[in-house]
């Protein structure tokens, strides 16, 4: 067995304590990553589940529209396990939040596009808005906040860099 020179000796501690604390950054950013991407998907869900909802409710009768919106944020109020603030979240689909359409251009339109009165949207050509409720028979949810709060995520490698920067 051969013997390192005295110089060398703590050689392997120094290097290990480095490459535990460069490990463990990476796991750190790597479950950050996971945990914001799980987040969209979450977002995502709870947004395609509002416009189910409020789809639901568009029947073609008086108030359709007024239903469907009360449904989508009925259900968000429901869903806020994505949001550290609940609160957000009854906020986050204001009316401007939600279009509604005569025909997307489906196979499936009742209405031909040249009986939708809405004319063609900027979204595309296939796309028409609906003029009322009769009409309304597709709805966009667009979940954003246009408030001055913003939906947290509690992160585990970003607050360690903010405190090691000094919080530049």
Known sequence: ???QPE???GAILIMTAIFSVVLIGIAALALDAGRLFVQHSEMQNAA???ALAAAAELDGRAGAQVRAKAAARELLSHSSHFATTPELLKEALPDEAFTFYCAI???YDTDSATACAGG????GSNYYP???DSDSHY????LQ????DHYVIDLFFLPVLAVVTDNV
């Open 130 to 132: 609906s003029t009322g």
């Open 105 to 107: 251009g489906s196979e």
């Open 48 to 50: 395609d589940a509002a």
């Open 1 to 3: 067995m051969r013997m």
């Open 139 to 142: 709805v966009k949810v667009n």
């Open 7 to 9: 110089k060398e000796r």
């Open 120 to 123: 063609a949207s900027s979204e």
């Open 145 to 148: 906040n246009r408030g001055g």
